[in-house]
């Protein structure tokens, strides 16, 4: 038998990668505000050069860190930076890096509780913190999950085992032209047929229409269908709207529909005064979705899913098997495995535990409450410049804007804007990216990293106003 223990990394072998891999993080981290906001140069010769055949022997571990953080990470759009201003940034906090690396390497199973009873109480402990944001009631439960795509699906199928028949395909999904176009897959994903998700249109500001909404179940209802489930978007993609949560939970309460906040961008502003006043209404949705890699600044791949009943997240993803432990009685002992669709997984719940832990959350209020008002201050900015029409004024922290010309067309303004962002994001402080509203092409700005403050959004508004002179 042939015996081979170089796996086992230990002593200074593991101390020495772990060093090298430390110092490299220090340092990327400190050039962040310079480095540019993004490096879109030629992305397919860079994948073909790193195209490769399977290693058969091993390569030197300093050579392999500098290759990704020399080669590899610096290409592409400068997500952890200030300047990211573009779909909905974080900024990602290192605590979450330093939590993943003691979760990984102490490498404790987390699905079940029998298994590491400490590592899931302390996950519980995340989860009944984002129930207490919400303003859930004590029993309310959840979930940790990889992103908010995930987090709405298990929502539907949650709901969907909760309120239809085992022949679901005439339950109809209502959402507004504004969602997250997560959910329509997640409904797919779920089996439903794809015309089973009905848009409502929204209003001046974005927001869905509860009267269409109204009408359009008693129609659905007439028709023979069974309207089952409303998404109420507490801070949309496109432009931060916050729907009429109250309105909405009304017309559920009154309808039986099952309410789902999509809050994965908005729903930490909970915390700050002026967010939990915009969300009210929120606490009496069935189910929420919040992503921690959003607005509580955290690393890719943390999202989350809390429901005001958790039997009903039981009831969709509790199964038995033999070759299991036994499970808990004591509802306030947690076998994620029951509530998911995941058995194995990472101990997601230590990189939330962790930053907030060692700050207290009164620091993320204080940056959430910061990224409300540089909204404002960069729509009142926007605002001066001659020509730049406001298309949606910030309900939480994003915006959209567009500059018009006389006698310009309607695709000849959309092409005077595409240039107007190329230009801005090509002088390498900040980064924007584009919708369309109302079929028209738009800029949006959307401040939520933890980096981003003042000095560089004071750099974003004199970039765009230079760059209005070259187009
Ligand atoms: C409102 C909203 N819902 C859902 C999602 C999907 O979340 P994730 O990208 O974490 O899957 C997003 C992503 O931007 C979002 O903004």
Same mark, same amino acid.
């Given at each position: 038998m042939r015996e081979d223990r170089s796996l086992e990394l230990q002593g200074d072998a593991l101390r020495n990668l772990i060093d090298s891999a430390a110092r490299r993080i220090v340092e990327y981290i400190a050039s962040l505000p310079a480095q540019p906001s993004a490096d879109n140069r030629d992305p397919a010769g860079l994948a073909q050069s790193l195209r490769e055949t399977l290693p058969e022997s091993g390569a030197d571990a300093e050579e392999l860190l500098d290759l990704l953080f020399e #080669?590899?990470?610096? +290409?592409? $759009?400068? #997500? &952890? %930076?200030?300047?990211?201003? &573009?779909?909905?940034? %974080? %900024?990602?906090?290192p605590h979450s890096a330093v939590a993943d690396l003691v979760a990984d390497a102490t490498n404790r199973y987390v699905g079940v509780f029998a298994a590491a009873p400490g590592l899931a109480q302390i996950e519980t402990n995340v989860i009944r913190w984002f129930c207490e944001i919400v303003g859930y009631p004590e029993t309310a439960g959840g979930i940790l999950t990889t992103g908010g795509s995930l987090s709405n699906f298990s929502a539907i199928v949650t709901a969907r085992r909760d309120r239809l028949p085992d022949d679901f395909r005439l339950g109809t999904l209502y959402v507004s032209d504004q969602t997250h176009h997560s959910i329509q897959k997640a409904a797919s994903l779920a089996g439903f047929p794809e015309a089973n998700v009905r848009e409502i249109p929204s209003d001046a500001r974005f927001r869905i229409r509860p009267d269409l909404l109204s009408a359009k179940v008693a129609e659905d209802r007439a028709a023979g269908f069974s309207p089952f489930f409303v998404v109420g978007n507490a801070g949309t993609t496109n432009t931060g709207a916050v729907d009429d949560l109250e309105a909405l939970a009304d017309i559920a309460k009154a309808e039986g529909l099952w309410l789902h906040a999509d809050a994965a961008y908005g729903g930490f502003f909970a915390i700050t005064g002026r967010g939990r006043a915009r969300l009210a209404g929120i606490e009496r949705s069935d189910s929420v979705v919040l992503d921690p890699h959003k607005s509580l600044f955290l690393p890719y791949g943390n999202g989350s899913l809390l429901v005001r009943d958790p039997e009903t997240l039981k009831k969709a993803h509790a199964l038995s098997a033999d070759y299991l432990p036994r499970m808990q009685e004591d509802s306030d002992l947690s076998d994620f495995t029951l509530l998911s669709p995941e058995l194995s997984r990472d101990w997601r719940g230590l990189r939330v535990w962790l930053p907030i832990k060692m700050h207290g959350i009164g620091v993320f209020r204080t940056n959430l409450d910061e990224k409300l008002d540089l909204a404002e201050w960069a729509a009142r900015e926007l605002a001066r410049i001659p020509g730049v029409e406001i298309l949606a004024e910030p309900q939480l922290s994003t915006l959209a804007f567009r500059l018009t010309r006389d006698g310009l067309s309607g695709a000849e303004t959309d092409a005077l804007n595409a240039a107007w962002m190329e230009k801005t994001n090509g002088r390498g402080r900040v980064y924007l990216t584009s919708t369309r509203l109302a079929g028209r092409f738009s800029i949006r700005i959307c401040?939520?990293? $933890? +980096? #981003?403050h003042l000095e560089r959004m004071e750099a974003c508004l004199e970039d765009l106003r230079a760059s209005i002179t070259e187009v």
């Open positions: #080669t590899v990470i610096p +290409r592409g $759009f400068n #997500t &952890a %930076g200030p300047g990211y201003l &573009a779909y909905i940034p %974080g %900024g990602g906090l401040v939520l990293s $933890f +980096r #981003t």
